[in-house]
């Protein structure tokens, strides 16, 4: 097979979970990354034939596991052509210690939301380079202001950071880098206080990414941002 080959952190659920969907209707063969073995293989059995998604667990901060990874799919399939490293999450945090998770709950966040999607840049940047492919990087609108006492905004502006660092290496390879910026997202995972607010479903995330990713060779869709209507751009 010569169809194109798409690579999803966090696949298990959310964005992920939709970007999958979406992506298998525009003809990629897939590979889905995520650490909940059980449900990564639910969707991967209701998108369709097992010929054409391979659903790995794997932990992006793990950096044997994931580069072995890369060099496991470009053996099988012999190609490599989107990476979305989406892989993240999130905890309430306070400098303060007025409320949300204790300190020793933090590094698991950091981990997962800076330095995996480092990780997953550098396993597959030479993989994309040879294919001229295109690398994908969840953001959040939540990394473009401060937010009090929040360190999740924190590591999300460093992904800001990262996906820019990365496309001025990336210069006159070819390779295409999208940082997608979502608002709030219905996830599951949203806080209480949060749960009236204005929510985009993952499937509106997952139609940005499809559309970064479906332009011509020559346009690089550099960020994306994306809320729902009537959300407070300062939460």
């Known amino acids: 097979m010569t169809d194109p080959v798409f690579l999803i952190t966090g696949a298990s659920r959310g964005i992920g979970a939709a970007t999958a969907r979406l992506a298998a ?3 990629y ?10 449900r990564l293989t639910g969707l991967s059995a209701r998108l369709g034939d097992p010929a054409r998604v391979w659903p790995v ?12 990874l890369v060099a496991r799919v470009r053996e099988r ?3 490599l052509d989107v990476v979305f490293a989406n892989a993240g999450t999130s905890v309430v ?3 303060l210690g007025h409320r949300g998770a204790p300190p020793d709950e933090w590094r698991d966040m950091v981990l997962a939301n800076v330095y995996g999607p480092a990780l997953t840049a550098r396993a597959a940047l030479p993989a994309l380079v040879e294919s001229g492919g295109h690398l994908v990087l969840t953001g959040s609108a939540a990394g473009r202001g401060v ?5 999740y905004s924190a590591t999300k502006w460093a992904v800001t950071g ?8 990336c210069v006159g390879t070819g390779v295409r880098v999208t940082l997608v910026q979502p608002g709030l997202v219905d996830t599951g995972g949203i806080p209480p206080e949060r749960a009236q607010d204005p929510m985009l479903d993952p499937a509106d ?5 499809l559309y970064a990713v479906g332009q011509p060779a020559t346009v690089d869709v550099n960020e994306i941002l994306v809320r729902p209507v009537g959300q407070d751009p300062y939460r």
Do not use: H, K, M, Y
């Open 93 to 95: 945090t306070s400098f």
């Open 147 to 151: 937010r009090p006492g929040n360190l």
């Open 205 to 209: 995330v997952a139609r940005a990414v």
């Open 162 to 169: 990262l996906a820019q660092s990365i496309r001025a290496e």
């Open 77 to 79: 399939w012999g190609r």
């Open 57 to 68: 667990a794997c932990d992006v901060t793990d950096w044997a596991r994931l580069d072995g």
């Open 25 to 27: 209707e525009a003809g």
């Open 29 to 38: 063969r897939l590979v889905l990354v995520a650490r909940d073995e059980t």
